[in-house]
């Protein structure tokens, strides 16, 4: 079989049910090409390879789980390049870099369904005005619709682990916010955040001449801005 390690984040699921409630969620929208990121030992897997129609590959770091993956299932398809979805129970401890990642290919992911840590998936779908709306808010609420779907007991997975864990879909914005260009809506929204505690005049004041920082809006801090404002302000820059 396989050993779980640590080192890895490794926590799989045990739970049939949540298995086929993800698995459900993902066919709710429809896709032919599928990428599920951390198969670990194959629970998602073996319900993903039985949804008839699609091409499916599976992207795995570790060669233990990988041999025992190819020996369980062999018809594994191979890498694909056009647009696909995106599923899987995300190693909590590369959470954020998986959904940069997503960023990086936004122009071809139709939808993702993924299991977060809770605390992630609450930042990942928080409004302005919360004390956990940042970075990866706006970020990816300027690309993606964020649907909080539901939470998963720890007891669903081998070994339980120690935070709370929760599922939620990205859907490709139909018209994503306007912005000056990525580069510097990325900038602006790092920065801002950065240092969240105080005025936007305050944090953000090398990337803007001093008479824009005059403006009302200055005066707000980060978490009070939405996304539409962060875009909007991104061409006022210098």
């Not at 995300?90 to 936004?106: C, E, G, T, V």
């Not at 993606?144 to 939620?168: D, M, Q």
Request: proline share 5%; glycine share 6%; hydrophobic share 40%.
């Amino acid at each position: 079989m396989y050993t779980l390690k640590k080192s890895l984040g490794q926590h799989f699921l045990k739970d049939e049910n949540i298995c086929k409630k993800i698995v459900a969620a993902i066919q709710q929208y429809p896709h032919q090409k599928l990428l599920e990121i951390g198969p670990g030992g194959g629970a998602l897997t073996k319900y993903l390879l039985e949804i008839p129609g699609i091409d499916f590959k599976a992207v795995e770091l570790d060669q233990e789980k990988i041999d025992y993956l190819q020996a369980a299932h062999p018809n594994m398809e191979k890498p694909f390049s056009e647009k696909f979805s995106v599923a899987g129970n995300f190693p909590y401890n590369i959470s954020s870099q998986i959904l940069f990642r997503i960023l990086d290919w936004k122009e071809n992911v139709e939808q993702v369904v993924g299991m977060f840590q809770k605390e992630v998936a609450q930042r990942v779908a928080a409004k302005e005005g919360s004390k956990i709306y940042g970075v990866i808010s706006v970020l990816v609420q300027a690309f993606f619709k964020v649907e909080y779907l539901f939470e998963v007991n720890e007891k669903s997975f081998t070994p339980p682990p120690k935070v709370k864990s929760a599922v939620i879909r990205l859907l490709p914005l139909e018209k994503e916010i306007d912005m000056n260009d990525e580069q510097s809506f990325f900038r602006l929204v790092k920065t801002a955040f950065n240092q969240r505690r105080k005025t936007l005049r305050n944090a953000v004041k090398g990337l803007f001449e001093p008479e824009i920082l005059k403006q009302e809006i200055f005066n707000k801090r980060a978490e009070q801005l939405s996304v539409q404002q962060f875009g909007e302000l991104s061409f006022k820059m210098k």
